[in-house]
C-alpha cells in the first residue's frame, strides 16, 4: 500500500474532506481537513478517519496511523 492509494480510500469514505498522507508501507500520517469535523469531540473525529481504513488495519495493510484532523477555519489558523 501507498500514500496514494491510502488518500483514495479516505477520499471515496469522507468526499467532503482534503487530505494530506505522507507515509509508506504500513505507517502513515494523515491531515485531514473537512467541515464534518465541526463540533465533534476529538475522538469522534478520529472515528470517522479510522473508518475509512478499517478494513485495511483488520487485514494488517496499515498497522499504524497518526491522525490530524482540523476544521477548515482551524487549517485556515495554521496557515
Known amino acids: ?44 473525529k478520529q472515528q470517522l478517519v479510522y473508518g475509512a481504513l478499517s478494513e485495511e488495519i483488520a487485514t494488517g495493510a496499515i498497522h499504524a496511523v497518526n491522525i490530524r484532523t482540523l476544521t477548515p477555519a482551524e487549517w485556515q489558523a495554521e496557515a
Do not use: W
Open 1 to 44: 500500500m501507498d500514500a496514494a492509494t491510502v488518500k483514495n480510500l479516505l477520499e471515496q469514505h469522507l468526499p467532503d474532506c482534503e487530505f494530506q498522507v505522507q507515509g509508506e508501507g504500513s505507517n502513515y500520517d494523515i491531515i485531514a481537513v473537512g467541515s464534518v469535523f465541526e463540533g465533534l469531540r476529538p475522538v469522534k
